[in-house]
């Protein structure tokens, strides 16, 4: 089955292999700095609190993994899977369960961490799911805002970066399951055949 991020890839042909250029975003310098303000950002909100990170696979996985990291304290973490897309670059408004949380999150001081926010729809989703579930605090943490792009109502309570409406991967995201390694963020760009090319 493909990923969510699959489902969001630019258009190619099936099996087609475009030379892809990459550009340099954000510098894992820049989100090294920014991850390490947002958790004291976070810890100012939740001084003396065990915050339990809900990570949504498999984007956020470098993220979250920085984030707790720098947040201290006691710090717990689970992943959810949710699929949002059809098949192209149009979202079907629906989303769909791959795998739930593996713990109970009542009573939690909750932080759903999502890698980038582009439609809203997913989050929207997640949030009306975990309501149901009686958390203490529901908080929302994303590395990356595509802000025009919105359509459902919802917005994270801590972000990153505002981004514009270009295709984005490294740091956790990726094209075709690619790129996820990355330790910058990078718009991604199909060129001309050639080597895949990185520039600053
Ligand atoms: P939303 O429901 O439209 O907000 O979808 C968010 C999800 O779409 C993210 O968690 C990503 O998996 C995927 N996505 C959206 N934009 C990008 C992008 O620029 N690069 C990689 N994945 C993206």
């Not at 109970?104 to 001081?109: K, P, V």
Request: proline share 4%; aromatic share 6%.
């Amino acid at each position: 089955m493909p990923t969510k991020a699959t489902k969001r890839s630019p258009r190619i042909k099936p099996g087609q292999r475009e030379e892809e250029t990459l550009r340099v975003l954000i510098s894992h310098q820049r989100i090294r700095e920014r991850v390490k303000q947002m958790a004291q950002e976070i810890r100012r909100d939740f001084p003396n609190e065990p915050v339990h990170l809900v990570g949504v696979l498999k984007g956020s996985v470098l993220f979250l993994a920085d984030l707790a990291r720098e947040l201290g304290g006691e710090v717990s973490f689970d992943f959810i899977s949710v699929s949002s897309y059809g098949k192209g670059m149009d979202s079907t408004g629906e989303v769909k369960m791959n795998k739930d949380l593996d713990v109970s999150i009542e009573g939690r001081s909750v932080l759903v961490v999502e890698d980038i926010l582009d439609t809203g729809l997913t989050l929207k989703y997640l949030l009306v799911l975990f309501e149901e579930r009686k958390p203490k605090h529901l908080r929302v943490a994303v590395l990356l805002d595509k802000v025009e792009r919105r359509i459902a109502d919802v917005k994270a309570d801590y972000t990153g970066f505002v981004i514009p409406n270009e295709f984005v991967v490294g740091y956790g995201l990726d094209y075709d399951e690619r790129y996820r390694n990355l330790p910058d963020v990078c718009v991604v760009r199909l060129g001309p055949r050639g080597k895949t090319k990185i520039e600053a």
